[in-house]
């Protein structure tokens, strides 16, 4: 029975398994990285770029601050599919510390698809033009730095804005968004999200995050093997 009780314990130990991050812009103004990592953070996207016109302005900031304070991170890209091609918007950010190398601290570049800031929600694009433009800006990040990037976004907004298309699944990472105490459905073609932001605010900086996995599954991610 006692063995019984361990094994069962082990295995909901493995299947719960998450490691703390965090999502920060310049919106959290400065932020005490060794502080953030000492309170249990372990990895974090860090906003770089948003089209082909702003730079986050404490981008190297917390980038250098996380590392220094040894938390693995990674650069996002606000999209802004009406404004320009996937492919100029995938060289602005890797351009702008958008970029990967297999030093096991460098998750994927996150490419953040999401709700337009205002008016309507898919940015005016056809869901064929959306795919589209999601193909090229993966596409081009992967010819540039050998990784395909992570993908933040909403199940709604997948659906209402791709057509509920499948495909991304096998190349990108799912970075998912979801305010909740459950995951709830992914978009089309997930079976696992590798990345969760289950809210806008919390005990940490940013929006708070978990990985879906251990610490090592995590370095693994980060070097991309
Ligand atoms: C963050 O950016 C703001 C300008 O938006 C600047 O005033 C501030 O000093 C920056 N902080 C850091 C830590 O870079
Ligand atoms: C950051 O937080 C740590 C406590 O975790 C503190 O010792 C340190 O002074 C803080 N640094 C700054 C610049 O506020
Ligand atoms: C989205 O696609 C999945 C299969 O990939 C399907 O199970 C689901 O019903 C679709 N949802 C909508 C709203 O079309």
């Given at each position: 029975m006692?063995?019984?009780l361990?094994?069962?314990?082990?295995?909901?130990?493995?299947?719960?398994?998450?490691?703390?991050?965090?999502?920060?812009?310049?919106?959290?103004?400065?932020?005490?990285?060794?502080?953030?990592?000492?309170?249990g953070?372990?990895?974090?996207?860090?906003?770089a770029?948003?089209?082909?016109?702003?730079?986050?302005?404490?981008?190297?900031?917390?980038?250098?601050?996380?590392?220094?304070?040894?938390?693995?991170?990674g650069?996002?890209?606000?999209?802004?599919?009406?404004?320009?091609?996937?492919?100029?918007?995938a060289?602005?950010?890797?351009?702008?510390?958008?970029?990967?190398?297999?030093?096991?601290?460098?998750?994927?570049?996150?490419?953040?698809?999401?709700?337009?800031?205002?008016?309507?929600?898919?940015?005016?694009?056809?869901?064929?033009?959306?795919?589209?433009?999601?193909?090229?800006?993966?596409?081009?990040?992967?010819?540039?730095?050998?990784r395909?990037?992570?993908?933040?976004?909403?199940?709604d907004?997948?659906?209402?804005?791709?057509?509920?298309?499948?495909?991304f699944?096998?190349?990108n990472p799912?970075?998912?968004?979801?305010?909740?105490?459950?995951?709830?459905?992914?978009p089309a073609?997930?079976t696992?999200?590798?990345?969760?932001?289950?809210?806008?605010?919390?005990?940490?900086p940013?929006?708070?995050?978990?990985?879906?996995?251990?610490?090592?599954?995590?370095?693994?991610?980060?070097?991309?093997?």
């Amino acid at each position: 029975m006692m063995k019984l009780l361990i094994f069962l314990s082990s295995v909901i130990t493995v299947a719960l398994a998450t490691v703390q991050g965090i999502d920060v812009s310049h919106f959290q103004g400065s932020i005490n990285w060794s502080s953030v990592r000492s309170s249990g953070v372990r990895w974090a996207y860090i906003k770089a770029t948003e089209g082909t016109t702003f730079r986050d302005p404490n981008f190297s900031a917390n980038y250098v601050g996380a590392t220094n304070a040894g938390v693995i991170r990674g650069a996002y890209h606000f999209a802004h599919p009406d404004s320009s091609s996937g492919a100029a918007q995938a060289n602005f950010f890797v351009d702008h510390g958008g970029g990967w190398s297999a030093d096991g601290i460098t998750l994927p570049g996150a490419l953040d698809i999401e709700y337009a800031p205002s008016g309507n929600i898919c940015y005016g694009l056809s869901a064929s033009a959306m795919v589209a433009w999601i193909r090229d800006f993966s596409n081009t990040y992967h010819a540039r730095t050998g990784r395909f990037p992570a993908i933040y976004t909403t199940t709604d907004w997948w659906r209402s804005c791709t057509g509920n298309a499948s495909g991304f699944q096998n190349d990108n990472p799912l970075w998912i968004a979801r305010y909740s105490t459950a995951i709830g459905t992914l978009p089309a073609g997930y079976t696992v999200a590798s990345f969760w932001q289950y809210a806008d605010s919390g005990p940490f900086p940013g929006d708070q995050d978990r990985w879906n996995g251990d610490l090592a599954g995590l370095q693994r991610m980060a070097r991309g093997s």
